[in-house]
């Protein structure tokens, strides 16, 4: 299975600022995901990010807030805009393998954000 | 709406023993189903993938079994060690590519 490399793995950040969180992947995949996972809570699908078009982004969720890069097939990136303290969460890359590039999903180590 | 429950939301037992994850889904018409561990500062692992069509998977000390028509998957851990001590998660993947996930199992074993 493909091999991620998220970063930073864990940031502090003050309120109002934005951080760009970035996902390698060893290897070409169709399918990239974008996922939050907030304190004590399971995972949600923030966005879907396209290679060479905009991310499809989920209901609750738009580009002005959570801007998502995917310049090729190995890389993306999301920034999380304009941070308010709710937005501290973990923030997951996810990849699809598989039938229809999404069969199987792996997931990189994900990053810690917390928003003071 | 899908929606996937997982029971107990934590568990504790002593090394060495069989346990049984459980996890249900409302709507029966799933593409396939997946279990994943996750530790504490690292990223999800994908333990089991059950097809629709399959009715249970295997690896290692992991059994997953998948009951469509009554919602239900359980994840059997045999003979418990003190690494299996995670957090594991369910997810069913509805006819298209989005997964839909349960609140997972906090699992301890204790030495």
């Known amino acids: 299975s493909a091999v991620i490399s998220q970063k930073p793995s864990r940031d502090i950040c003050q309120r109002g600022t934005s951080l760009t969180i970035q996902c390698q992947v060893d290897?070409?995949?169709?399918?990239m995901f974008w996922y939050r996972q907030q304190p004590g809570q399971s995972l949600t699908l923030i966005a879907t990010?396209?290679?060479?078009?905009?991310?499809?982004?989920e209901s609750g969720f738009v580009i002005d807030k959570f801007p998502i890069s995917r310049p090729n097939l190995t890389f993306s990136t999301l920034t999380v805009s304009n941070m308010s303290p709710e937005d501290s969460s973990i923030y997951l890359c996810?990849?699809?393998?598989?039938?229809?590039?999404?069969?199987?999903?792996?997931f990189g180590a994900g990053s810690r954000l917390t928003v003071l | 709406k899908q929606e996937v429950t997982q029971i107990p939301a934590a568990l504790s037992v002593p090394e060495g023993e069989n346990l049984v994850l459980n996890c249900s889904f409302t709507?029966?018409?799933?593409?396939?189903l997946q279990w994943f561990r996750q530790d504490p500062g690292k990223g999800l692992t994908s333990l089991l993938l059950?097809?629709?069509s399959q009715r249970e998977q295997t690896s290692g000390r992991l059994n997953a079994s998948l009951d469509k028509s009554s919602g239900r998957s359980t994840l059997y851990i045999a003979a418990s060690q003190p690494g299996d001590s995670a957090t594991y998660l369910c997810?069913?993947?509805?006819?298209?590519?989005?997964?839909?996930w349960g609140a997972g199992t906090k699992l301890i074993i204790k030495p």
């Open positions: 996810s990849v699809g393998q598989g039938f229809s590039g999404a069969n199987v999903l792996t």
């Open positions: 290897s070409q995949v169709t399918m």
């Open positions: 990010a396209n290679q060479g078009s905009e991310a499809t982004y």
């Open positions: 709507d029966s018409a799933i593409y396939n």
């Open positions: 059950i097809q629709s």
């Open positions: 997810a069913v993947r509805p006819s298209n590519y989005q997964l839909i």
